[in-house]
């Protein structure tokens, strides 16, 4: 599979932008309001994430397809998690960002959240999505008909 096109790997990205946030935080502190609800979403929510990300993980590597963006697919997945979305790993790893500031309780995750989107869809998805096409034809756009991108 052709090198995508955003030259960071997804799980730098999550981390560059997590320690934007924490530095932003550091330097100009933009607490949440404290509460002790923060601490149990934020653990709740990262506990999801995780499932979310060890289930997805473990589906990839039992069809024996690759974990490796830049590695050919060696099989289109429309089970388990990609029954939902066509990126349950991002969305994994958004769920877990997003606990991971409230767990933090620095808005300033929370802040820097749709930028993470942005640059997450358009510099890494949109392009493997051109990549999936021209490598699985007609079945990845049957798929992607039947199978939101995000949720």
Same mark, same amino acid.
């Given at each position: 599979?052709?090198?995508?096109?955003?030259?960071?790997?997804?799980?730098?990205?999550?981390?560059?932008? +997590?320690?934007?946030?924490?530095?932003?935080?550091?330097?100009?502190?933009?607490?949440?309001?404290?509460?002790? +609800?923060?601490?149990?979403? +934020?653990?709740?929510?990262?506990?999801?994430?995780?499932?979310?990300?060890?289930?997805?993980?473990?589906?990839?590597?039992?069809?024996?397809?690759?974990?490796?963006?830049?590695?050919?697919?060696?099989?289109?997945?429309?089970?388990?998690?990609?029954?939902?979305?066509?990126?349950?790993?991002?969305?994994?790893?958004?769920?877990?960002?997003?606990?991971?500031?409230?767990?933090?309780?620095?808005?300033?995750?929370?802040?820097?959240?749709?930028?993470?989107?942005?640059?997450?869809?358009? +510099?890494?998805?949109?392009?493997?999505?051109?990549?999936?096409?021209?490598?699985?034809?007609?079945?990845?756009?049957?798929?992607?008909?039947?199978?939101?991108?995000?949720?």
């Amino acid at each position: 599979m052709q090198r995508p096109y955003f030259v960071v790997p997804a799980p730098v990205l999550f981390v560059a932008i +997590g320690g934007i946030a924490a530095l932003l935080g550091h330097l100009w502190p933009m607490p949440l309001p404290a509460e002790i +609800g923060w601490w149990y979403g +934020g653990w709740f929510l990262v506990d999801v994430g995780m499932v979310l990300l060890l289930w997805t993980v473990w589906l990839m590597l039992w069809r024996k397809t690759t974990l490796n963006p830049y590695g050919k697919p060696q099989q289109l997945l429309c089970e388990g998690p990609f029954r939902v979305s066509r990126n349950p790993l991002y969305v994994a790893l958004l769920v877990i960002y997003l606990g991971v500031g409230l767990l933090t309780a620095n808005l300033w995750w929370l802040m820097l959240f749709p930028l993470l989107v942005l640059l997450l869809q358009f +510099g890494i998805v949109r392009h493997e999505e051109v990549l999936l096409q021209k490598h699985f034809g007609a079945d990845y756009s049957r798929y992607c008909k039947k199978v939101r991108r995000w949720l």
